[in-house]
């Protein structure tokens, strides 16, 4: 059964950094798709930022690029994403997704299966 469980969220003032995880189990971690998707109130699911560990490829939506960086830990089976330089803009619920044995790294959420909880990211202004 494949499992994601995102963490770190928080209250943060416009500037600061907060920094999520994502423990994933039950698929082959290093070749899955794992992504950073984030949803704000009334609004559409939003992809942030994917990975693919294996061969570390990376993409990010224009909207986080410059300012947040998602990272894997092949070793612990989690996925990180550190955000720095927060907008108010960027507060939502940010949920991590798995796309099983997929080696593309695509922030669209149909792609996805799998998907944790969500974890609260609030900044202030």
């Known amino acids: 059964e494949v499992q994601l469980q995102a963490s770190g969220g928080g209250l943060v003032q416009a500037g600061g950094s907060l920094r999520l995880s994502c423990a994933v189990s039950?698929?082959?971690?290093?070749?899955?798709?794992i992504a950073w998707f984030r949803q704000a109130p009334g609004k559409e699911h939003e992809g942030a930022a994917c990975?693919?560990?294996?061969?570390?490829?990376?993409v990010y939506s224009d909207s986080v690029k410059g300012r947040f960086t998602i990272a894997s830990d092949n070793a612990k089976n989690t996925v990180s994403l550190q955000m720095n330089s927060l907008k108010a803009d960027d507060t939502a619920v940010y949920y991590c997704?798995?796309?099983?044995?997929?080696?593309?790294?695509?922030?669209?959420?149909?792609?996805?299966?799998?998907w944790g909880q969500g974890t609260q990211v609030t900044v202030s202004s």
């Open positions: 039950g698929l082959t971690f290093g070749n899955s798709a």
């Open positions: 990975i693919v560990s294996d061969n570390d490829d990376t």
């Open positions: 997704a798995a796309d099983k044995d997929s080696l593309r790294v695509v922030v669209d959420s149909r792609e996805y299966d799998y």
